[in-house]
């Protein structure tokens, strides 16, 4: 007997979805001009719809799910996003797919206090949306069965199934490498697997977002043991069914656990002794294991999140061989595009019915006319002014930026790395310039709650534009960086800022929606900006600090322009939709599923 209901599905819309995924499928088999690839995808094909009494699903396991408007769930930065991100466009598409994530019972929300960051914790409550299915348990050496609560919720052919109880806590409790942190994830892996289980739901593929998700496959291979697979047999399937996609460069950032923690949380989850003695196998001499490790051994395949990524990403198997990542970049749902850009896109076929870029959409693109481009740009302003009214600035102030000023925006998570300081390393050059461009600039994003450096950082830049009054009056701060801020900055600004070190930027999306919104974009040739060679947009390179304020000159003048703004607008667009597409990236993972599924025919 399941400990868990059922959530209620409609199965009438199920079959219906089978048939949309296959239409999907028919399309990308009429795209490719490769035999093997179009077997590939027909024997994916015959997996995904095969039965139509078994509920057969993409199971996308990730520690962070943001999508906090529609789904109330907030989960972390780019990560989270791109799993709400990614479960839209299964939706979109028709894709049956089962994501599993925790309900942090608490959210983080940022408050400045004398240009300090403080965090506020507001508790949040999984009833709000989701409907209560029943528990699941999980074990520890000390207590036996902890109850887990299990929510649900059904979203067109995806569903979203939760796992938390009161004390959850928040994501990022103290450190990577912390109990609790482990517990969490423990919960996640075998309280989720079970909740799946009690579902009926069948897994064709296990999509693991980053590693920390891994004992979602570790309870698959344990119970296929179970159920009388030969251990090898079971490590051999559950590989040919995992995906692991990585999105950091090198595991030296990754939290790390010692063999005391299994033994005391992990290994009372697992049920056979060879699943047991295998995950043992994989703590190094000095009884520490990361979790990515396990996570590279577990699954048959593994991709990073844009070209370049995939190829720097240095990670190492249990034999000393390199990880060979295959590159799928990240893309866009297309909640993050202006309604009426998205709109225009499909009119002029620039986006086809599944939203991708159509054939000859270059072209279109190339037709598109300034009046129009100018009229959705005011039309964003508007909105985004809206937005900004209900927010703070640095002074606790709502922001409203003229209608006549060029605007400049900096959004991102307030990390070292993307150089949130940069744009300010000449104060008095970024004041003439402001000034002389009759420009503003919108600087927004928090610091991680552990990370002092960036929060004096943050301090740092807010007293220096406060010591400025030309910089007081156009650099506006907006406070507790989220999606509806990140969302109307990228449809009502005009040029968006891009600095990353280059080299540790793995992908990034916020690009993605600037230039979806006819932004202009200025970034170094980093992530997934990257992917086009050599980049299309205002490039940052050289002397970076020089080049910015070149470029941020220069950017004043194209936004100034007819002319100028639309090449620029239209280049940018043309090089990068087919990267942006969010059901591209669909199908570059459907690629790789089908490889696996090609395989298994064979
Ligand atoms: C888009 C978005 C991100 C991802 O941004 P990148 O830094 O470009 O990866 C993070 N947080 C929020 C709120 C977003 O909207």
């Not at 914790?121 to 299990?150: E, F, H, M």
């Not at 606790?396 to 949130?420: S, T």
Request: proline share 4%; net charge negative; aromatic share 8%.
């Amino acid at each position: 007997m399941p400990a868990t209901e059922k959530i209620g599905q409609d199965y009438l819309r199920g079959r219906h979805d089978a048939q949309k995924v296959a239409r999907l499928l028919d399309y990308a088999i009429s795209r490719s001009k490769e035999a093997e690839h179009r077997e590939a995808l027909m024997a994916l094909k015959t997996e995904l719809t095969a039965n139509g009494d078994r509920d057969i699903a993409l199971i996308y396991g990730s520690m962070e799910f943001y999508d906090r408007e529609e789904n109330d769930i907030k989960g972390g930065g780019g990560l989270g996003v791109l799993a709400g991100d990614t479960r839209r466009v299964c939706e979109d598409l028709g894709v049956r797919q089962v994501v599993l994530t925790p309900f942090y019972t608490s959210e983080s929300h940022q408050e400045l206090v004398g240009f300090w960051q403080h965090e506020r914790n507001d508790t949040t409550d999984p009833n709000r949306l989701y409907t209560n299915l029943g528990q699941v348990a999980i074990d520890t050496t000390v207590d036996r069965g902890i109850g887990l609560d299990v929510y649900g919720r059904q979203l067109g052919s995806t569903t979203i199934l939760t796992v938390t109880e009161p004390a959850f806590g928040e994501l990022y409790p103290g450190s990577n490498s912390g109990d609790h942190r482990l517990y969490q994830e423990a919960a996640l892996g075998f309280g989720g697997y079970k909740a799946l289980k009690d579902q009926d739901i069948t897994p064709a593929f296990t999509q693991l977002n980053e590693a920390p998700v891994v004992f979602l496959a570790i309870a698959q291979l344990d119970d296929l043991v179970s159920e009388g697979m030969p251990f090898e047999q079971a490590l051999a399937q559950t590989r040919a069914r995992t995906l692991f996609t990585n999105h950091t460069l090198v595991p030296a950032v990754e939290g790390e656990f010692g063999y005391a923690q299994f033994e005391h949380m992990i290994m009372p989850n697992i049920k056979n002794h060879e699943v047991q003695e295998w995950v043992r196998s994989m703590f190094d001499e000095h009884g520490r294991l990361k979790l990515s490790l396990l996570a590279a051994e577990a699954s048959g395949v593994q991709s990073g999140v844009s070209k370049l990524h995939a190829k720097v990403a240095e990670y190492y198997d249990k034999d000393g061989n390199r990880v060979d990542f295959q590159a799928v970049t990240n893309g866009i749902s297309n909640r993050w595009i202006n309604p009426g850009i998205l709109k225009l896109y499909r009119d002029r076929v620039i986006y086809d019915e599944f939203s991708v870029p159509a054939p000859g959409y270059q072209d279109a693109i190339a037709e598109l006319d300034i009046e129009t481009i100018r009229t959705l740009k005011q039309e964003g302003r508007t909105y985004m002014n809206e937005v900004l009214a209900t927010r703070q600035d640095q002074y606790g102030e709502p922001i409203d930026i003229p209608e006549d000023a060029v605007l400049f925006n900096f959004k991102r998570r307030f990390a070292n790395y993307k150089r949130p300081g940069l744009p300010f390393e000449d104060p008095e050059r970024l004041a003439q310039l402001l000034v002389e461009g009759n420009a503003h600039f919108i600087l927004t994003g928090k610091p991680h709650p552990n990370d002092d450096p960036m929060k004096g950082e943050l301090h740092r830049v807010l007293t220096l534009i406060d010591s400025d009054p030309r910089l007081k009056e156009r650099v506006h701060y907006v406070q507790d960086y989220d999606e509806q801020v990140g969302r109307a900055l990228s449809i009502g600004a005009d040029v968006a800022i891009n600095l990353p070190v280059v080299g540790e930027e793995a992908c990034g999306t916020s690009w993605m929606k600037d230039i979806a919104n006819f932004e202009v974009l200025i970034s170094t040739p980093d992530g997934g900006v990257a992917d086009v060679e050599p980049i299309e947009c205002l490039e940052v390179s050289g002397d970076e600090t020089e080049m910015t304020y070149v470029r941020m000159k220069e950017a004043v003048e194209i936004v100034r322009s007819d002319d100028q703004l639309g090449n620029e607008v239209k280049r940018e667009l043309a090089a990068y939709l087919e990267t942006i597409s969010g059901t591209r990236m669909m199908l570059d993972y459907l690629d790789l599923f089908a490889a696996q599924a090609l395989a298994r025919k064979r």
